[in-house]
């Protein structure tokens, strides 16, 4: 059934994420309307639903887990896979993506990478697996393990 790889937040997500939903609940509350409260809610829901949960690797696909569906990543024609350097992440861009609300997900750009998906909780355990059209970040708990794991599907 392939090897599952977990995810844990760090600490500035665990932050963010409590700041700006005790804040926009709070918004919320103080303005007294149901209707700013449910866009509030299902916001947040939406947030979390999308912020990934582990990671599966099967048939020679990456498979990202989330509350709202799933994110299949080919690793066909992969050209790299490492450890992200403080290089990669130089110049980086926000395209559509969460800055630290329940994690870093979403499209990113930076310098060195050039545009990336991201699928990132833990900053410190990035992943980037570059192919030969795409480039995607993870953040294993387990970087080795993942790592290990991608050098034998491929």
């Given at each position: 059934m392939g090897l599952k790889f977990s995810v844990s937040y760090d600490w500035f997500a665990k932050i963010i994420s409590a700041a700006i939903c005790v804040g926009l609940l709070w918004v919320a509350a103080v303005l007294h309307s149901v209707s700013v409260g449910i866009a509030v809610l299902l916001g947040l829901i939406a947030a979390y639903g999308y912020s990934p949960r582990r990671y599966t690797i099967v048939h020679r696909t990456i498979i990202v887990k989330r509350g709202i569906g799933e994110v299949r990543v080919p690793?066909?024609?992969?050209?790299?896979?490492?450890?992200?350097?403080?290089?990669?992440?130089?110049?980086?861009?926000?395209?559509?993506?969460?800055?630290?609300?329940?994690?870093?997900?979403?499209?990113?750009?930076?310098?060195?990478?050039?545009?990336?998906?991201?699928?990132?909780?833990?900053?410190k355990n990035m992943v980037v697996l570059i192919g030969a059209s795409d480039t995607t970040v993870f953040s294993p708990d387990d970087v080795e393990g993942f790592l290990s794991a991608i050098r034998t599907e491929v």
């Amino acid at each position: 059934m392939g090897l599952k790889f977990s995810v844990s937040y760090d600490w500035f997500a665990k932050i963010i994420s409590a700041a700006i939903c005790v804040g926009l609940l709070w918004v919320a509350a103080v303005l007294h309307s149901v209707s700013v409260g449910i866009a509030v809610l299902l916001g947040l829901i939406a947030a979390y639903g999308y912020s990934p949960r582990r990671y599966t690797i099967v048939h020679r696909t990456i498979i990202v887990k989330r509350g709202i569906g799933e994110v299949r990543v080919p690793l066909e024609n992969l050209r790299e896979a490492r450890r992200v350097t403080a290089d990669d992440l130089q110049g980086r861009v926000r395209l559509g993506a969460s800055g630290g609300l329940f994690g870093y997900y979403g499209s990113f750009r930076t310098t060195r990478l050039g545009r990336y998906m991201s699928y990132v909780t833990d900053r410190k355990n990035m992943v980037v697996l570059i192919g030969a059209s795409d480039t995607t970040v993870f953040s294993p708990d387990d970087v080795e393990g993942f790592l290990s794991a991608i050098r034998t599907e491929v």
